[in-house]
């Protein structure tokens, strides 16, 4: 059974830092290219970064600069580092493990930026 765990948000203040991590466990971790999405009241999910198996990693222009995803394939673990987060960071952060048309989702972390 394939299970997705994100953890790590909550409120932080502009300028502020948080980092996101996302456990996925019954799939072969290291075989599996990440993606973290985000999705804001009112707004669709979309993407904010993706980590490929070889942990090359792709930036939406929004992001760029402030995050930086990494993957640790021993622990199984996808990270997301934000800096210099903003109010329009705020949204519900997801992880998703893809391959090929397969892919699943996780519940989600909040992160909220506000002063």
């Known amino acids: 059974q394939v299970r997705i765990v994100e953890s790590g948000g909550g409120l932080v203040q502009p300028g502020g830092s948080l980092r996101l991590s996302c456990v996925a466990s019954?799939?072969?971790?290291?075989?599996?290219?990440m993606g973290w999405y985000r999705q804001a009241p009112g707004k669709q999910r979309e993407l904010v970064a993706q980590?490929?198996?070889?942990?090359?990693?792709y930036y939406v222009e929004d992001v760029k600069g402030r995050f930086t995803a990494s993957r640790d394939n021993a622990k199984n673990t996808v990270y997301l580092q934000m800096n210099d987060l903003k109010p329009e960071d705020t949204a519900i952060y997801y992880c998703?493990?893809?391959?090929?048309?397969?892919?699943?989702w996780g519940q989600g972390t909040q992160v909220t930026v506000s002063s």
């Open positions: 019954g799939i072969i971790f290291s075989d599996w290219h």
């Open positions: 998703k493990p893809y391959k090929g048309v397969t892919s699943y």
């Open positions: 980590i490929a198996s070889t942990s090359a990693a």
